[in-house]
Nanobody
Framework: VQLQASGGGLVQAGGSLRLSCAAS????????IGWFRQRPGTEREFVAA????????YYADSVKGRFTISRDNAKNTVYLQMHNLTPEDTAVYSC????????????????????????WGQGTLVTVSS
């Protein structure tokens, strides 16, 4: 499956952005999708994930309550709605797909692990100015 992240840009602190992750190439429905980000000078880190059926979502503590992940399987797209952005959210955001046939099989710890993901898209840059 090919993934394409989009929607990044420059926004002032306190603002909002919605990122999209569009999938193509294979059926989208068996894949859990995660969003990760890499801030300048740091390792890539988990941001949020959603199970293949959309029944469960997981968030990093740093974004909980501000970010919302959702998916539209009919459009083969996962969204990351980001509110109340801060300069610390400045990063390259990437989406990734992991095949999980039984959406209820795994919890947050699975989706946090980068190596669980089979496919990665190119990132989209989010810059938050103070």
């Amino acid at each position: 499956v090919q993934l394409q992240a989009s929607g990044g840009g420059l926004v002032q602190a306190g603002g909002s952005l919605r990122l999209s992750c569009a999938a193509s190439g294979r059926t989208f429905t068996p894949y859990g999708i995660g969003w990760f980000r890499q801030r300048p000078g740091t390792e890539r880190e988990f941001v949020a994930a959603i199970t293949s059926n959309g029944g469960s979502t997981y968030y990093a503590d740093s974004v909980k309550g501000r970010f919302t992940i959702s998916r539209d399987n009919a459009k083969n797209t996962v969204y990351l709605q980001m509110h109340n952005l801060t300069p610390e959210d400045t990063a390259v955001y990437s989406c990734a797909a992991t095949m999980v046939l039984d959406a209820g099989s795994y919890g947050r710890s699975y989706y946090e692990r980068l190596w669980q993901y089979d496919y990665w898209g190119q990132g989209t840059l989010v810059t938050v100015s103070s």
